[in-house]
């Protein structure tokens, strides 16, 4: 393969070698091939929030590394993939139907977050114009949508695929009602319709119920299949293929074989975190429609070890499971790394003020996957086995010498065989012979990745046709090979901008006055969420004509708000890894809340220490607002990849009553009791100390945070000082340094003038 880079193939000093060979006979009529459907990356949970607030230039740049193929049959949209930067040429990409509840480390948004933009939408649908239907789809709303389209663009057989986490409250009690089976098919029929200049709309090949969660009954699938059919042929609009259920194996497999209509309803059955076959046989394909590397010793998994584990994750599922796709959590680490699971993804993207972003292993090691097979290809089971195998009856007795796969194109000659080797001791000869009219080129195209090189190989390393027409090899341990007969260009590593702090004053007025870059700052359209913040419950959306210039100083023009009224349906309700003591039993208040700021994670983006933070606050009808300073940590303490409410000092206001309290949380310290516990240092909940609050009204509410191991913390409502005091640490943990954020609890607020800054002057001026 002319453009593969350098790699080493000799037997590398200190590595046993194996004393037998494995002979491949890789045989293009093998009668039992079985579709490949690829391998794609999950974007969900709040992981690609900041991706989209990256300059143009490395956004760019992750996107292509990400979604760029190679292959010369997927021709990008003009103006795409010209940067010669090739990476995981991802086939399929999985997206959240957002639902404006945290659904792992963020809230993502609806695309209809409330009964009236619902009943617009059908209004629409039955008499309205095409303009019409896409105005009241509101995808523009977050990002999995754009980055869908970014996808496609780049890639237009990509495949993608919808599935709903949360869900908005007017839906009803639970998920499973016939309005959101209507919610779902609005989705799908949104993203069809809504045409971006170079594309003609985002349709879905695949689609989904709820993340995770047993579906109600049978009956719910099939009438949602149904609805799902009958409405978008009608509208002239391919029908997703429905992936049922994202969860287990039961009682999926089950209802299948008991049920003719419900097996007739699931074309795919797609499983999460299944690692064993299914309990009975199903007709239909089945996916790993969620997984990571689990197995210790892993963490992170984006490096090696855990990155190794991906390969046999992958040659596995098919081999032990018989599962044909296998989809990968998360796409792509874009979420502030003082929440739960960070620096897991295959790219870390969670700076985007300098810029700076990492590609990891991981990346590459599904490249190895992607870049050397196409969904639609055909596995060759003769020829895919356990190492040290005999053949395929005997595929599970060597599990540890590694695994391959071979797989052909059925419009071609030809094919490719991937073999890991990651838990291997010893490297081992292969002999792979290629027949059944599949190509036998001169020499055979090879890349390697390791804990020392990744996606490498040369011509000098391609592998000559023998004598005896078949090609004659070595494998180190640890490591992951693809073998093929396509000749393509297959890697371009962009080198990002170095890591700069984000430093102090932080502004945002919403109106453009960010006082750090932002690609998006100073353009923002009302629905959209403002640079860096990430919403973690609730959904705040930038908002035109606030009136915020009636407070004196205020700013006006735009602003952002709060916009969730109905409590939503959560993804795992109270047993969900976002919930706390508060939000959790008979009076489900939730808290709504989003937070910005570098975490300290580098050295060369310290985290803010010493700090005035104020904002404008506007309750509206009547809400409790909240200021955040000093956010350090958002992971429970029984399980740092579960995500609890944030460590940090907050000022809590009701807008009604005026009453206020200026606390911090701490983590209690066992697994099943991990959220956060309240501890008030300052209060008032009487006449006399209370601050009035007219209805609609703007005011301001300013903590000053200074020193580390006892810190002092001054508590301010417009000029008035309500609270002075120290935090010595006797109730729990002091908290020293960490980011700036906003909540209302239970309803609307706005906000706006959000500001950090160093310390200077009196304390509430």
């Given amino acids: 393969m002319a453009s593969l880079l350098a790699i080493v193939t000799f037997m590398l000093p200190g590595i046993p070698i194996a004393s037998a060979s494995q002979t491949i006979t890789v045989n293009g009529n093998d009668t039992s091939q079985t579709t490949f459907d690829g391998i794609g990356y999950i974007s969900a949970g709040g992981e690609s929030r900041l991706l989209l607030d990256y300059p143009a230039t490395q956004q760019g740049q992750i996107l292509d590394v990400l979604f760029c193929s190679p292959d010369p049959a997927n021709v990008p949209v003009s103006g795409y993939c010209t940067s010669g930067i090739y990476g995981a040429a991802l086939q399929q990409l999985k997206i959240e139907i957002g639902g404006d509840s945290n659904s792992s480390v963020g809230a993502e948004p609806s695309f209809l977050h409330s009964q009236a933009e619902f009943n617009t939408l059908q209004t629409a649908f039955q008499s309205g114009t095409l303009a019409a239907q896409q105005a009241a789809c509101h995808l523009t709303r977050g990002y999995e949508w754009w980055l869908a389209r970014e996808a496609r663009k780049r890639n237009p057989h990509i495949k993608l695929y919808g599935l709903a986490w949360s869900a908005p409250g007017y839906l009803g009690s639970t998920f499973w009602t016939s309005q959101t089976q209507q919610y779902l098919v609005d989705f799908a029929r949104c993203a069809a319709i809504n045409a971006d200049g170079a594309i003609s709309g985002t349709p879905l090949d695949y689609i989904g119920a709820q993340n995770e969660v047993d579906y109600s009954s049978s009956t719910w699938i099939v009438n949602y299949k149904n609805l799902l059919v009958t409405q978008l042929q009608a509208a002239g609009i391919p029908v997703p293929k429905l992936v049922c259920c994202d969860n287990a194996w039961t009682p999926v497999v089950t209802d299948i074989n008991s049920n003719p209509s419900f097996s007739s309803a699931v074309d795919v059955v ?79 993207t969670f700076k985007p003020w300098s810029g700076n972003y990492t590609i990891e292993p991981a990346m590459w090691v599904t490249a190895q996957y992607t870049q050397f097979t196409e969904p639609g290809w055909k596995y060759l089971n003769g020829s895919t086995c356990y190492l040290g195998s005999s053949g395929p009856s005997t595929c599970l007795t060597n599990y540890n010498l590694g695994s391959y796969w071979s797989l052909r194109d059925p419009a071609s000659s030809n094919w490719s065989t991937i073999v890991e080797t990651i838990d291997a001791t010893a490297s081992q000869s292969i002999v792979m012979c290629p027949t059944g009219g599949l190509a036998m080129p001169a020499t055979l195209g090879m890349a390697m990745s390791n804990s020392s090189v990744s996606l490498q190989g040369s011509p000098s390393t391609d592998i000559p046709l023998g004598a005896d027409n078949c090609y004659h090899t070595s494998v180190n341990p640890g490591s992951v090979y693809s073998f093929t007969t396509l000749t393509y260009p297959n890697k371009g590593e962009p080198t990002p901008p170095t890591d700069t702090a984000l430093g102090l004053p932080y502004f945002e007025n919403f109106d453009g006055s960010l006082s750090s870059s932002c690609s998006r700052s100073g353009n923002y359209s009302p629905g959209v969420q403002p640079c860096w913040l990430q919403d973690e419950e609730g959904a705040f959306e930038v908002k035109a004509n606030c009136g915020s210039n009636a407070y004196p100083g205020g700013s006006g023009g735009k602003c952002l708000e709060q916009v969730v009224t109905t409590p939503p349906i959560q993804w795992l309700g109270c047993a969900g890894v976002f919930s706390d003591s508060i939000q959790c039993g008979t009076a489900y208040n939730p808290h709504y809340w989003t937070h910005a700021g570098p975490t300290g994670a580098t050295a060369s983006s310290p985290a803010w220490t010493n700090y005035d933070v104020s904002v404008l606050v506007n309750g509206e009808s009547g809400s409790i607002v909240r200021l955040y300073g000093r956010i350090s940590d958002q992971r429970s303490a029984g399980n740092p990849n579960e995500f609890v409410m944030p460590a940090g000092y907050e000022l809590d206001v009701n807008t009604t009553t005026g009453d206020w309290d200026l606390g911090k949380r701490v983590k209690r310290s066992s697994l099943g009791t991990d959220y956060l516990d309240y501890v008030s240092l300052a209060s008032c909940y009487a006449a006399g100390c209370e601050i009035p609050f007219a209805s609609n009204s703007w005011h301001r509410l300013k903590m000053r945070l200074s020193g580390a191991t006892s810190p002092a913390i001054t508590a301010c409502i417009d000029t008035t000082q309500i609270a002075a005091v120290t935090d010595t640490g006797a109730s729990g943990p002091v908290y020293s340094s960490g980011q700036v954020g906003l909540a209302s609890l239970g309803t609307q607020a706005m906000f706006d003038d959000l500001k950090a800054a160093v310390i200077s002057g009196s304390a509430c001026s």
Avoid: C
Wanted: glycine share 6%.
């Fill in 270 to 348: 797609g499983v999460h975190y299944q690692y064993s076959p299914p309990p009975q046989p199903v007709p239909q394909p089945k996916w790993a429609s969620e997984d990571w590397v689990t197995s210790p010793p892993v963490w992170p998994p984006g490096v090696w070890p855990g990155a190794g584990q991906l390969a046999r994750l992958f040659n596995q599922h098919y081999l032990r499971d018989t599962m044909t796709a296998t989809l990968v959590v998360p796409l792509v680490d874009a979420y502030y790394d003082n929440m739960a699971s960070s620096d897991w993804g295959p790219i870390l």
